[in-house]
């Protein structure tokens, strides 16, 4: 890898009342376009995972969450052709604002979802992390294939 550094990412677990999983699908970026994927974006460097899942929150959906209410529930170890990064899912416990598409060049549709009526065009690694999280399993690897 030369010493190449590749960012992590902080992911938003979002449940509404009816249980469902809040999802966004993806448009003009430079990776998985047309697919659903969890809230959330990279780790700047200077930044804590937290910090960069509030400010996500912030950009992508035009929410505020405090720190107090964002809570750890999965750590994926991720390989994705070369880059090898880790993605920290925390869970949203209350925000404050409304949830909007704060992003429509980069995301064409955001939609809550029932957790056994995923759709077929959703990133695998954001499949497996909300299936882990509902097993209460707080680690998983992605993308590494048979060791």
């Known amino acids: 890898m030369n010493g190449i550094i590749f960012p992590n990412f902080a992911l938003l677990f979002l449940i509404n009342p009816q ?35 509030i400010r996500e929150a912030g950009i992508s959906l035009d929410i505020h969450i405090k720190p107090e209410n964002l809570h750890f529930v999965h750590l994926m170890s991720r390989k994705c052709n070369d880059p090898e ?8 416990d209350s925000y404050d604002g409304t949830l909007c ?7 064409d549709d955001l939609r809550w979802f ?9 990133v ?5 992390a909300i299936e882990m999280i509902e097993k209460h399993i707080s680690y998983s690897e992605h993308g590494w294939g048979p060791k």
Do not use: M, W
């Open 124 to 128: 695998a690694a954001h499949r497996q």
């Open 101 to 107: 598409n704060n992003q429509p060049a980069r995301h």
């Open 85 to 92: 990064f880790f993605a920290c899912v925390f869970r949203v």
């Open 19 to 53: 249980q469902e999983i809040l999802l966004l699908r993806r448009i003009n970026t430079p990776f998985s376009n047309h697919s659903y994927s969890l809230p959330g974006g990279e780790i700047k460097l200077g930044e804590s995972a937290t910090q960069a899942a």
């Open 114 to 122: 029932a957790f056994d009526k995923l759709p077929e065009n959703i």
